[in-house]
């Protein structure tokens, strides 16, 4: 890999927010920290979407979100697709050579637990292609055919052994579960707001995306950034003024399931690998080539980790990096409020340019509200995006893709593949790049973490700093 540019990157994200890489450049002037304006909100008024604001793809979003029929709702968990009784074999005449360069196919028929084929589609099916011999390992392209059966295809990337997994991650009735109570649902955790006197007493409150959801019975306090139009409501303290509001953190986790609900998300039927059915494979060699590694060096700011602000530097080629977590709705543990940042701010107060590269890592966050709530901020984000190319064109834009790593009705991979839809469609037609996050943790045989191991860390950050150094 040649010798690396001269960067200033900054990332800036939902779950992470600003992250900056800077070579030999001047810094800017310090920025005021946001704290929105409050106001209260005498009751509740249901806060509608203005559909016309949003990118072209997006207010459609029963078609954008679109998932293969599930079949019935039924409450027989025996009918539920099992990972114990479904199959899957090679499509076409079993050999076990194959050529470099060419796909390998299989087909997976999906059964319940009685062992009956299912006559509908829907499942989440994962599945990979791994080279234990060389650590490699590829996603395989999983095709549902809604009839119970689906087509499975794997690129031949690499020389020598390769062995088929599939794994189910959630049974078609598991899906439904997730698509119910994410439409449904308002919210499936809510927030701490802390708010502090002059005189020092202190009033915890709920806080959450809209005021009904913070289960206030009289009115609550909303904080709005004129920026970005993001909108945060606290039930208002009974003794203190909404502009008292000091800390913030995660709250509780909703009841939002049955007992059969939680059967089908159970962890002796998600996330569970099927029997073999394709015996490993070889491939004919190829040559490999090698990756340097760039270290960075974290610098202490002694902030609080999860939401920084956060910074590395690696001297010998002048890059700095500079990381922020987003603003509400973060979870995270007891943090000040103007630690808090809108991404659309940030983008805003930035001057890009041909040393600078954004990367915004979007979404995790998001999968415990409705998919309206996530479009909604994807609005802001894109015009300040819009907004920064437009001022300085050569600065690179990459939009990091949620990763796997949770399977819970409050966080599941199923969910995740939602918020990678929306995050594509919000960016057509501006000059941004993608990193596959979610290819990129699918690919090894590690367990998912929706914090990724050293491995597939280590193998992401070469894999963008090639990319930065390409273009």
Known sequence: M?????????????VFLVLVLCFMMPWPE???HWLPQPSTVPEYVSESIDWDSLPQELPNLTS????????????????????????????????????????LEAILVARDHRGRAKVHGGDLFRAQLLG???????????????????????????????????????????????????????????????????DGPLETVICNVDPQSTGAKGP????????????????????????????HSSGS?????????????????????LPSGVPPILVLPATQGNMSNMALKPVDLHVTYQVGPLMAVETTRGTVLHWRAHSWPL?????????????????????????TVVVLGIGAHFTTFPPSIFARRLVGIRAAVKALLDHEPSTLVIIKLANTG??????????????????????????????????????????????????????????????????
């Open 2 to 14: 040649g010798q690396f540019k001269s960067y200033k990157i900054l990332t800036v994200g939902l």
């Open 30 to 32: 310090p920025m005021i």
């Open 64 to 103: 954008l979100l679109y998932w293969p029929p599930t079949g019935e709702d039924r409450d027989d968990f025996l009918a539920s697709t099992s990972p114990r009784t479904s199959t899957y074999c090679l499509k076409g005449p079993a050999h076990t050579t194959f050529t470099l360069g060419s796909n």
């Open 132 to 198: 234990p011999e060389l650590r490699a390992g590829v996603p395989g392209e999983v095709k549902d055919l809604k009839n119970g059966t689906y087509l499975l295809s794997f690129p031949l990337l690499w020389a020598g052994r390769a062995q088929v997994q599939v794994r189910l991650i959630h049974s078609s009735e598991a899906v439904r579960v997730l698509q119910r109570v994410w439409r449904e649902k308002r919210a499936t955790v809510d927030f701490r707001g802390y708010f502090r006197g002059t």
């Open 220 to 247: 609550t306090c909303q904080y709005k950034d004129v920026v970005s139009g993001e909108s945060w409501f606290c039930a208002q303290p009974s003794t203190l003024p909404c502009n008292a509001l000091v800390g």
């Open 253 to 273: 986790y909703l009841k939002v399931t049955t007992s059969h609900d939680e059967a089908l998300l159970a962890g002796n039927v998600t996330d569970q690998k």
């Open 331 to 355: 979870r995270s543990l007891r943090t000040p409020v103007a630690s808090l940042h809108s991404v659309a701010r940030e983008l805003h107060g930035l001057a890009g340019g041909p040393y």
């Open 406 to 471: 949770y399977k819970s009705v409050y966080g599941s991979d199923w969910l995740t593949l939602q918020v990678n839809r929306l995050l594509r469609a919000a960016f057509v037609g501006l000059r941004v790049a993608f990193v596959d996050a979610w290819e990129m943790t699918s690919t090894l045989n590690v367990p998912d973490n929706i914090h990724p191991r050293k491995l597939i860390v280590r193998n992401e950050v070469e894999l963008f700093l090639s990319f930065i150094c390409s273009t």
